[in-house]
């Protein structure tokens, strides 16, 4: 295994299975998370220029349980803010001690700092619209839990694709599996990228989309990542693309129902977030486990 976890591909099927096999075991028989004080001499930092609820504090409570040390890096209150590039920035600390870097940030920057910083290791804690392999891990481990294999299951991802980079990864490690079908919907101006993709087919039309689905994942309008203001009208937008009760009646009755969070309720009523089917609640406490095995696993490499 390399040092560096910057991308999902950058894992084998086996590695990705291994991976939420060892996540399991972090995990008690009541459900809480195990505390091993495994890396006492381990310093993580947490380095986030994009903001971040569920990512951020799952990896710092991960660093918690496995006794490292955790420098909660502040980007407000940074040398940033005085003309410091990203670059120096994660060099000083490369060169005070930190053995391996989390990284939020709205450029694909990580990859270079990998290369130009080969002793600390990198965990891409979300790379603009490109790349978000640890939610991707923790997808995959809830489907498990939930349906015990991918193989055969109908999966449905609807919402804004085209700037989620949950879907990309998500979708590039499900591709390791033997899939029944992936199906991508929504509006077609924020599908564009899924258009005659390779990985599945594109079916603008919700209620077909979820025929027969086993799982279902609805993404946000990334508000944030629009150039131009967004001409939209959500009330028809919601009519269309909306998960709602009714439109999930066309899936599978045990279909189970996830969102990385955060959850805008444009793309899902609270009813279908609420709902025996929604697993939304339990992937974030799986970003937990799933982020105390990746730790585990980058600082032993
Ligand atoms: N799913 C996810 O990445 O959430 P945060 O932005 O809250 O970390």
Known sequence: MTKNLLSINDLSKKEILDLIEFANHFIDEDGNFRKEDLFPEKIVANVFCEPSTRTKSSFAIAANNLGCSLIDFDVE????QKGESIFETIDALNLMGVDLCVFRHSDSVIRELAE??????FINAGEGAISHP???LLD???IIDHKETLDGLNIVIVGDLDHSRVTSSFVEGISNFDLGSLTFSGHPEMCNRYQGSKFGKYEPHLEKALENADVVMALRIQFERYEKELNLDLDTYKSEYQLTSEKLESAKGDAIIMHPG????I???EAVYDCDNSVIRQQVANGVAIRMAILSRFLSS
């Open 77 to 80: 209150n940074s040398s940033i």
């Open 116 to 121: 130009c910083l080969p002793k600390m290791s």
């Open 134 to 136: 640890t939610q991707a």
């Open 140 to 142: 995959i481990k809830t």
């Open 262 to 265: 955060p959850v805008n309720y």
């Open 267 to 269: 793309e899902i009523t």
